[in-house]
């Protein structure tokens, strides 16, 4: 019997719609919580190729919610898409999975989503996802928006040209720290569960074309309080210039040099491109200065003024500082410029 039998047996998906997923190549762009349980429920209901990509480090702090990871991802200080990427291919070995340690800016965007049937929103901020809108719309790939925060969180399903955009629904971006996020009020795993639920649900109406049962717009669920809404959007918003004027701003602005990650006390700061740095020879350099762990993707470093995380592109995440040029006199001072 088939390892996808009981998805055969549903009838809007069937054998036919098996097929179409064996045949489909799906992008899941961040791989935190919900990142985790969209790559994990592609996997298994057998997508042909899984391509995940994500900036980060499996920490210790992220494994009550981020169901891919295990205690020794977060010892070992793998880099999300390494991690998913080995779990990932011991759940369902016939899947092409690859992971990808980068952060997603308007040209890797360009790059990845171009080659993807569906895109699959697992991020946590909304500067990617904004990169990720335009860049979508651009080439006519649909992508599923998905956020949670505390008990809290939405979900659109975006097809170009077909539906609204996420600008035609939120305007343009807001700025950075308007909003709450996961690391000034919490969020709780089951709010994670029900988001990427029903994010993977409209994945795959979309990948056997199921069109028609895909929500009619925006999604609204809080578990704590038991509310479940989904408010309507069948017209595109006529000022949104993404969708009127095909303008795609987002996607050809460059990165900022720096980010403030997600209200936690850490900047990411971009490398120069094509950099490739020698992290042994720079965990070696580094000894002296405090902690230091090193692995084949990237190297740390427990100083007493900070947590310096340096990737081999020379990207940089620096925590326990709050704005970008403290990040950057900890870079120097220890990486040089
Ligand atoms: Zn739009």
Redesign the pocket.
Known sequence: MSRYSRQELFAPIGREGQGRLRGSKVLVIGCGALGSALAETMARSGVGRLTIVDRDLVESSNLQRQSLFAEDDAAQARPKAVAAEARLRRVNSEVEVQGIVADVDAAIAARLIGDADLILDGTDNFETRYVVNDVC?RAGVPWVYGACVAAHGTVLAIRPGKT?????VLGERPAAGSADTCDTVGVIAPVVQVVAGVQAAEALKLLTGNEAALLPGLLTADVWTGTFDVMELRE??PW?P???ERRYDYATADGPASSVLCGREAVQLRGESGTALDLRALAARLRGAGEVMENEHLVRLRAPEAELVVFADGRAIVKGVADAARARSVYARYVGV
């Open positions: 719309l609204p955009c996420l600008r035609c595109k918003t949104c993404s969708c009127t």
